[in-house]
């Protein structure tokens, strides 16, 4: 079993920044892929951005919804277990709740996820 806890939530100012973080416990998530989703009031759950296994013989790589491109970044520190999601010149509409979730393969699809956060709050004054 893995556990997921989301931390660094907050109200942040249009055009500022967070850095969210997913401390995973139970057991390693070196192999696994991690992911960010979230969701805005009266919104469905959306992908946000993914990165594949740390697995050191596989090129990490990373991936992300068209609407954060250039804005977020993920990233993982496998010492620490843990994931982040660096998110600057935030705006409104980025005000969601965040998740973050381990898989077996990089994906947009939340079926791909087998384990979920209870979620970090994010909103975006403008």
């Known amino acids: 079993q893995v556990q997921l806890v989301e931390t660094g939530g907050g109200l942040v100012q249009a055009g500022g920044s967070l850095r969210l973080s997913c401390a995973a416990s139970g057991r390693s998530v070196s192999s696994y892929t991690m992911g960010w989703f979230r969701q805005g009031p009266g919104k469905e759950r959306e992908f946000v951005a993914a990165i594949s296994t740390a697995i050191s013989w596989i090129t990490t790589s990373t991936y992300y919804a068209d609407s954060v491109k250039g804005r977020f970044t993920i990233s993982r520190d496998n010492a620490k277990n843990t994931i982040y999601l660096q998110m600057n010149s935030l705006k409104p509409e980025d005000t969601a709740a965040y998740y973050c979730?381990?898989?077996?393969?990089?994906?947009?699809?939340?079926?791909?996820?087998?384990?979920w956060g209870q979620g970090t709050q994010v909103l975006v004054s403008s």
């Open positions: 979730a381990a898989g077996r393969k990089p994906s947009s699809s939340m079926n791909e996820y087998d384990y």
